[in-house]
Structures are given as C-alpha cells and as structure tokens.
C-alpha cells in the first residue's frame, strides 16, 4: 500500500470516528439529547493577550471559524424545554442556538461554579440587555450565596430576573419523564463556590459530564467505573500536556492532562474508550483544531475530541 492509500485510509478512518455521534442532521424526534454549544476554556478561542501561534490566524483571519466556551443544552423535545448547563461569556449567541436552531424555550441554568467561563452569561438575564423574567438558575449552596450577595449578580436576583433554586450534591432533579440531572462535587480551585459536574440520565442513555475538575486521583470516586456505567462521559480536557503555559506555573491551575487521561483509562475496554469526549480545551491544546495532529492521535488512541453541535441522545 502506498504512503497516499495509507493516509488516506487514516483520513476515512478518523472521519468515521468523528462520526459516530457528531452533529446528525436532525435531532431525534421525540427523545431528550444533549447538545455541545461550546468546547473551549473559560477565554474562548482566540484568548484574550494572545499573539502566538495557536491564536494569531483567528485574530489575523475574521472568516476563521473561533471557538465559544464550553457548555452543553439538555433539549426535551416532547415538551420543547431546555435546560444549559454553563452561562459562559458567549451565552447570548448559545442561547440563540438552543432557542432558534432546537426550537426550545429556556426553562432552567444550572451552574458548574463560579469560574468566569461559567456563570458572567448570566449577566445578559439583567435589565442591560434581556431583562428577563424569573429564569431559574440552579446553584450549590455556596455558588447560591455568592450570587445572592456580590453585586452586580444580585442584581439579578433583587429584579427577579433570576429565580435561584438551591441544588445539592448527588440529589436528583427531575426535568421531565424519565429526564433527571443530578449533580456531584469535584475537587477543583473552589475559591468562590463549590464546584460540580452532572449526570444526566434519559429513557435509554445517560451522561456524566465533568468540564473542570483537578486530578482524577484527588477525587473520592473512581472515573472509570463511572464512565462504564454511562453512555457517554465528556471530560474535562483543558490541557493536552504540561508545558503549554511556559510563563505559569500549571500547579495553579491543576487539570488531568489529556496524556494522564489516555493513560489513567488504558485498561477501559474499547467501547468504554469510545464513550469519552474531551472537551473544555484551553487555547494552548492542540486539541481544540478538529484537525491537527493531537486530535488524530487522541482519536487513533480510541477516544473523541467534543465539537460544537454535537447531539448526544438520551
């Protein structure tokens, strides 16, 4: 086989991988799914004071395709509901998304913790901009106190923009028939709040979903039994290895490396392998290009790399 077969042959194989749950035309029609909005790190893609490599065709190319901050939208379209999980900065375009692209009105935000990349969307519910009527934010008991007493987020809630409604760690919230999330404590830098991931559980499929978390061995449960007691397990894949941030030092900013994790799952079976999406991917991972030579060689390892518009049916 030539050296073009061969690379051809890999391209139709990594495209199929890419495939296997990637951006279908068209929901499924009458079950609950998740949707990826977003796969990039709290600074998004291009990142803010970055004129490296990894940023400055974005900046240089404006018909470059950049990359919103990591969130995922629960969509029940038997009662055309919607629950996002995440108000990142880029809410108002994901928003958009959920309620125009998926027909869906949004009934709930639930909020992993208190990281800019995952809560300051919520400033687009005030009076600035949608003035919006007693949206439902559910938030751990921490997370709900910082809202409740630094401004301007309780402003939100003095003006009944927001609605908060205290969740807890793993206690079940029902959304719908046979539709619960129920949410977990990670260990991660919990300066202001708590910080969670979820489960989401459907009729015929289940996700773990876990964007930011420190090291999988500082956590008091086993990942790898989780991931094979679910359907589909997106993960926390921040950085593809150490040295991306040469100027900082990464103990500050603790996340398992795409590398540990390839490692930490080795002796999953395959088809356990197959369910984990790294996504949450900071701008320094190679990982965040659908197509670089860190991508194929996560997909050749077994694993996914989550894209924007990605449907997960439950």
């Not at 991306?244 to 002796?267: A, N, T």
């Amino acid at each position: 086989m030539t050296d073009i077969l061969k690379e051809l042959l890999l391209a139709i194989l990594i495209t199929m991988s890419c495939s296997l749950v990637a951006e279908p035309k068209d929901p499924p029609d009458d079950r609950p799914y998740a949707v990826v909005l977003g796969i990039a790190q709290d600074g998004g893609y291009p990142h803010a004071g970055c004129v490296k490599l990894c940023c400055k065709d974005l900046w240089d190319n404006k018909t470059t395709y950049r990359e919103k901050v990591s969130s995922i939208a629960i969509i029940d379209p038997r009662t055309r509901l919607a629950w996002i999980i995440d108000a990142t900065p880029d809410f108002h375009e994901q928003l958009h998304t959920v309620t125009q692209k998926h027909s869906a009105r949004l009934a709930g935000i639930f909020i992993t913790h208190a990281h800019i990349g995952h809560y300051t969307g919520l400033m687009h519910l005030g009076r600035e901009v949608m003035g919006a009527k007693n949206i439902t934010v559910y938030a751990m008991p921490r997370m709900k106190r910082f809202l409740e007493k630094n401004g301007p987020w309780n402003q939100l809630v003095e003006l009944n923009n927001i609605q908060l409604d205290p969740i807890k760690d793993q206690k079940e919230i029902i959304l719908g028939k046979q539709l619960i999330i129920e949410p977990f404590r990670v260990p991660h830098r919990d300066e202001y709040s708590e910080t969670v991931g979820f489960t989401i559980i459907g009729p015929n499929e289940s996700m773990i979903y876990i964007p930011d978390i420190d090291k999988w061995d500082r956590w008091e449960h086993n990942i790898s039994l989780w991931i094979e007691q679910h359907s589909y397990a997106l993960l926390d894949g921040t950085f593809y290895s150490i040295g991306e941030l040469p100027d900082r030092s990464m103990d500050e900013i603790p996340h398992p490396f795409i590398l540990e994790s390839i490692h930490h799952f080795m002796d999953l079976l395959d088809r356990d392998r197959r369910k984990i999406y790294f996504i949450h991917f900071n701008h320094t991972n190679p990982a965040i290009q659908k197509i670089s030579a860190v991508t194929k060689s996560i997909i050749k390892e077994g694993y996914n790399t989550a894209r924007e518009g990605m449907i997960f049916p439950f």
